[in-house]
């Protein structure tokens, strides 16, 4: 059972890290725009971290640190993206998206894949 627990929240965790990939398409500069992208952040990020949770909790003691790593970076990183919707700035907006998709990257190389 813990073994398909790991493999849903992997495969979830893959599958925000992606659409979160996808919403820097979305990026303008209108009111509707802006708060369609706060709360996707909010909701892929709640998911990302209730799986982080499952994952970290259930890994091998020698996988928990980096992992946990890892969270911690992307979490930080969503923050800040999250911070620049909510004040509207697109420069910042796409400054912090171009550093979380770097970390999105990261997470999906990380995650098993769903095969």
Request: proline content about 2%.
């Amino acid at each position: 059972m813990v073994d398909v627990e790991f493999k849903g929240s992997a495969h979830r965790i893959r599958k925000c890290a992606f659409d979160l990939l996808c919403i820097g398409d979305d990026l303008m500069d209108d009111d509707d725009s802006w708060d369609l992208m706060g709360r996707d952040l909010q909701l892929k990020s709640t998911f990302l971290y209730c799986d982080f949770n499952k994952m970290i909790s259930s890994a091998p003691n020698n996988q928990k640190k980096a992992l946990t790593d890892l969270a911690n970076k992307l979490f930080c990183s969503i923050e800040e993206l999250d911070h620049a919707v909510k004040i509207r700035s697109i420069h910042l907006t796409n400054d912090r998206y171009n550093e979380a998709a770097v970390i999105l990257q990261e997470v999906m190389a990380l995650m098993p894949s769903d095969t």
